[in-house]
């Protein structure tokens, strides 16, 4: 069910007809991180319930795993969503002790060191992430993105 609900949302762009598939899904997987968070991103997302959405990527963040899905998803909503810079970085730190290759977490982590103005941290991610996928557009917007915008934050 949940497999299904992912596909709605996100290759089909249709959340109203995913919405409960999720809810019916969701019971049955209080062990899953992973697809715990998924649903976090979607209550976020389209339930527009930070609160809510946050008490699920707690869940997933507090079940043992080895993949950094549920804490690159945590890590982007605290950055994104609250603005809890210092936390979003602990939580992404988390994320890559599971996978320092981890692609997105590299990119998302890059905007956040950004924010907090640690250039060397942000371009050693977007470095290590190009290195990985070098034609991803995540990846290749990313480096754009920064090269623009180092002159007009931090001019020489």
């Not at 999720?22 to 991103?41: E, H, K, W």
């Not at 290759?101 to 942000?122: M, Q």
């Not at 290195?131 to 557009?137: G, I, R």
Request: charged share 20%.
């Amino acid at each position: 069910l949940h497999d299904f609900a992912i596909f709605l949302w996100r290759d089909r762009n249709d959340p109203d007809a995913a919405a409960p598939y999720f809810d019916r899904a969701i019971p049955m997987l209080q062990d899953d991180a992973v697809r715990i968070s998924n649903y976090g991103n979607f209550v976020w997302e389209h339930r527009n319930n930070p609160d809510e959405a946050e008490k699920l990527y707690k869940q997933a963040v507090g079940i043992p795993c080895n993949t950094p899905e549920p804490f690159r998803n945590y890590a982007s909503f605290l950055h994104i969503e609250r603005q809890e810079y210092r936390y979003a970085d602990s939580i992404y730190h988390e994320a890559l002790q599971r996978n320092p290759g981890d692609v997105a977490t590299l990119v998302n982590y890059a905007r956040l060191a950004l924010i907090l103005g640690d250039i060397e941290i942000s371009l050693s991610c977007l470095e290590r992430a190009l290195a990985t996928a070098p034609n991803d557009l995540n990846v290749l917007g990313a480096v754009s993105y920064t090269h623009l915008t180092l002159p007009t934050l931090y001019p020489v």
